[in-house]
């Protein structure tokens, strides 16, 4: 493979890389978003009821735009924080999990959960594998 195509390769991976993590922003950013202004929505679209006080949800919602804030720092400069990247797969892979268990522990949740959990997985999974190429 020549030079010139081993780079455009490596760019190519790089630009996915950042698209995957810049999406996995935009997906937390959208669930904190309607967790503060109108949490009736996502728990109507996937069947899951809102906790007793919204407290947990604005909690939750700090959180998640405080995770996409490092999404999107890591997408512009991965070199600069590439300690992030096996935290922010590992943590994307956990919380898939976590929606696993928690579906199995209450199947009346199975089909909202499980949409939560494809998206955590593939949204955990995308960085990881176009990250692989271009680590080094």
Do not use: H, N
């Not at 922010?88 to 976590?98: E, Y």
């Not at 199975?110 to 692989?132: K, N, R, S």
Request: aromatic share 14%; charged share 15%.
């Amino acid at each position: 493979m020549s030079v010139t195509a081993r780079f455009a390769r490596r760019f190519r991976f790089l630009a996915l890389f950042q698209a995957s993590l810049f999406v996995g922003a935009l997906y937390d950013l959208g669930f904190a978003f309607l967790m503060v202004v109108a949490p009736g929505v996502p728990a109507r679209v996937l069947g899951l009821p809102l906790p007793g006080e919204p407290f947990y949800l604005w909690v939750l919602a700090v959180l998640l735009a405080m995770l996409a804030a490092l999404y999107v720092l890591v997408a512009r400069e991965p070199r600069r924080y590439s300690g992030m990247i096996p935290i922010a797969v590992a943590g994307r892979l956990l919380g898939a999990l976590a929606f696993t268990v928690a579906a199995l522990r209450d199947p009346r949740l199975l089909p909202g959960i499980a949409v939560l959990a494809v998206c955590d997985f593939a949204l955990g999974a995308a960085p990881a594998l176009f990250w692989y190429p271009v680590r080094k």
